[in-house]
């Protein structure tokens, strides 16, 4: 059983690791940016609010995705382990996850924090942004993304650094390499 959060810039890598490990480990790979979206595409009211958030790369409020994650986390699939990605993003965020699993007698095993240069991954969201034509992967939203990331959600690197949580791994290699690192970083947990 593993809990696990991933951490690291848009682009880092995290949501198809996310899905690697999920699938390898039978846990959900709970993708708050995955939820939203779908939000959004079925014009739900969550969806109705985020959305002006998400095109201009800004965060949607802390008290939109607590509640969907407090709503997700007590799903009967995620009974079993879970790997968050994208969630938390802020301190206010993780704070409250660190109180949700208290509550719920659960505890997280490890953080990981997927580590990639800047120019790297903002090559690799436009050309994301090609494909798949979403609306956020456009290079003046990828860096003010990239610029939200360092003021917001940095700063939970040191939090679960005291909480000698977080394992660092390059994620600048191949999808395998980072696969491997990843399984080596994480352990037997
Ligand atoms: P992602 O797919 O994780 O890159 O998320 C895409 C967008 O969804 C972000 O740029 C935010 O607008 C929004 N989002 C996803 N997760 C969160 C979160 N934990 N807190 C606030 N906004 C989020």
Not at 31 to 36: A, E, P, V
Not at 152 to 174: A, C, H, M, W
């Amino acid at each position: 059983m593993s809990r696990l959060i991933f951490l690291g810039v848009p682009g880092a890598g995290k949501g198809t690791q996310a899905l690697i490990l999920s699938e390898s480990q039978c846990i959900p790979h709970i993708s708050t940016g995955d939820i939203l979206r779908a939000a959004v595409k079925k014009q739900t009211a969550l969806g109705l609010q985020a959305k002006g958030f998400m095109d201009a790369g800004n965060l949607v409020p802390d008290s939109l995705v607590i509640d969907m994650i407090r709503e997700r986390l007590q799903e009967p699939d995620a009974l079993k382990g879970w790997i968050l990605d994208g969630f938390p993003r802020t301190l206010e965020q993780a704070e409250f996850l660190e109180k949700l699993l208290q509550e719920i007698n659960q505890a997280c095993d490890r953080t990981v924090n997927l580590d990639v240069e800047d120019e790297i991954v903002i090559k690799r969201l436009v050309e994301r942004g090609k494909e798949s034509g979403r609306s956020d992967d456009t290079e003046a939203t990828i860096r003010h993304r990239l610029q939200v990331y360092r003021d917001l959600t940095e700063p939970l690197i040191s939090f679960y650094q005291s909480r000698k949580l977080l394992v660092t791994v390059n994620g600048d290699q191949s999808m395998d390499a980072v696969t491997a690192d990843l399984k080596t970083a994480i352990g037997p947990v």
